[in-house]
């Protein structure tokens, strides 16, 4: 499957940036209302949750701030997508 890649230009510091994809206080307000938590550690996990309950989960894979974050997701907010296999999402800073 051939990845998708998205470029954006945000004028802001690379710490910036990565306390918005990594702060729950910023993921909330930009990220569809869910919150970020992981301890961003390899091979921990990682979850979006929403006010309702709705999740995303993963684990990270590499993490080195602020320029790069790998992690995988899975939706577990639909059955169906819930049994897919994760993706694989990398954030480039």
């Given at each position: 499957?051939?990845p998708h890649?998205?470029?954006?230009f945000?004028?802001a510091?690379p710490?910036?940036?990565?306390q918005?994809?990594?702060?729950?206080?910023?993921?909330?307000?930009?990220?569809?209302?869910?919150?970020f938590t992981?301890?961003l550690q390899?091979?921990?996990?990682?979850r979006?949750?929403?006010p309702t309950g709705?999740a995303?989960?993963g684990e990270?894979?590499v993490?080195?701030?602020?320029h790069?974050?790998?992690h995988?997701?899975?939706f577990?907010?639909d059955?169906?997508?819930a049994?897919?296999?994760p993706?694989?999402?990398?954030?480039q800073?």
């Amino acid at each position: 499957m051939k990845p998708h890649v998205y470029q954006l230009f945000i004028r802001a510091t690379p710490e910036q940036v990565w306390q918005a994809i990594t702060d729950p206080a910023f993921t909330t307000q930009y990220f569809h209302g869910t919150a970020f938590t992981s301890t961003l550690q390899p091979g921990s996990a990682v979850r979006y949750t929403s006010p309702t309950g709705n999740a995303v989960e993963g684990e990270i894979e590499v993490s080195e701030p602020p320029h790069r974050l790998v992690h995988t997701w899975r939706f577990l907010y639909d059955p169906a997508l819930a049994e897919e296999p994760p993706g694989r999402v990398e954030w480039q800073i």
